[in-house]
């Protein structure tokens, strides 16, 4: 079976539809074929900044609009976003709105799928890998792990107020196995002094992981106390991972971009014609 059998006749779509496409967390090939296949069919592709730019070669044909956001400062605000996806859906294009991981993981799809639902636009939502589980994946550390892990929580580093995280550190630190923050870079200083503060041991075996599933993915492992000084000049985006499942890590790592890229002196396979610098931005 060949891509072209998992297309899918969605109908009549002269009205306009929206897909909302999880671009998975960096490596295209994780790319699920239905986002594939809504990728080759679109007439525009509203790509972001954590979607990997090597997938916009699947819609040659496609006009594409950036909306991409930097951390801490959002150039197109969500709004803008909402309503440039009905305003191309309304004049009649099938439209796919591009989004790094998974669209409902930290992810605005949420909240794009409501501004469509609200509008009367068609939409889907096509489910992506997400880099909560897979960047953590392709550093060798499976989130849950029999024996050592029986539970794993998604959090985000972000603070939604200036300087303060709003989370149950209690529950986090001593009710869950492993623990996955997204968007905690700037914040790691207060992520890590709250965990203790909440009675997780400070041997507690952590990593920090870089630019995850791409060639420039770099890997630094610790423990709650000392994870700050091995961890200086790691830049978003990152995955931060605290728990057991960590010591899994220098057994189970798989994962070696400087071979894909040394072998024969010429870029192999999934990341033919990129490189990390341009595919994610
Ligand atoms: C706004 S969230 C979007 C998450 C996305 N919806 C998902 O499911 O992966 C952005 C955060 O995802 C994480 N992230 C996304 N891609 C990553 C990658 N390739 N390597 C490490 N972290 C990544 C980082 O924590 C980053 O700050």
Not at 97 to 118: H, I, M, N, S, T
Not at 202 to 211: K, M, S
């Amino acid at each position: 079976m060949d891509a072209e059998d998992c297309t899918r006749d969605d109908g009549d779509y002269s009205n306009g539809i929206v897909y909302l496409v999880g671009g998975g967390p960096g490596d295209p090939g994780l790319l699920t074929l239905r986002g594939l296949d809504c990728l080759r069919k679109a007439n525009v592709v509203v790509y972001d900044r954590l979607s990997n730019n090597l997938l916009l070669n699947y819609a040659p044909q496609a006009s594409l609009i950036d909306v991409g956001k930097q951390s801490d400062h959002h150039p197109i605000p969500q709004e803008c976003i909402n309503d440039i996806l009905i305003k191309e859906a309304r004049q009649g294009k099938v439209v796919v709105r591009l989004k790094g991981g998974d669209p409902f993981v930290f992810g605005r799809g949420g909240e794009e799928a409501q501004a469509l639902a609200e509008a009367g636009i068609p939409f889907e939502i096509v489910p992506g890998v997400t880099s909560a589980i897979a960047v953590p994946t392709y550093a060798g550390i499976p989130v849950t792990h029999r024996g050592l892990a029986s539970s794993v929580a998604f959090v985000t580093g972000h603070c939604a107020s200036q300087g303060s995280l709003d989370l149950n550190w209690q529950a986090l630190a001593q009710g869950v196995d492993t623990l996955v923050f997204l968007m905690g870079v700037h914040n790691l200083p207060l992520i890590v002094s709250s965990l203790q503060e909440a009675g997780r041991p400070a041997e507690t075996p952590v990593a920090l992981i870089e630019q995850g599933t791409l060639p420039d993915q770099k890997v630094v492992v610790g423990t709650l106390a000392d994870i700050l000084n091995k961890a200086v000049g790691v830049q978003p985006p990152a995955i931060f991972i605290v728990g057991e499942v960590v010591n899994l890590h220098s057994a189970l790592k798989w994962f070696k971009p400087e071979v894909e890229f040394s072998l024969g002196g010429t870029p192999l396979n999934r990341f033919q014609a990129g490189n990390s610098a341009s595919a994610i931005g």
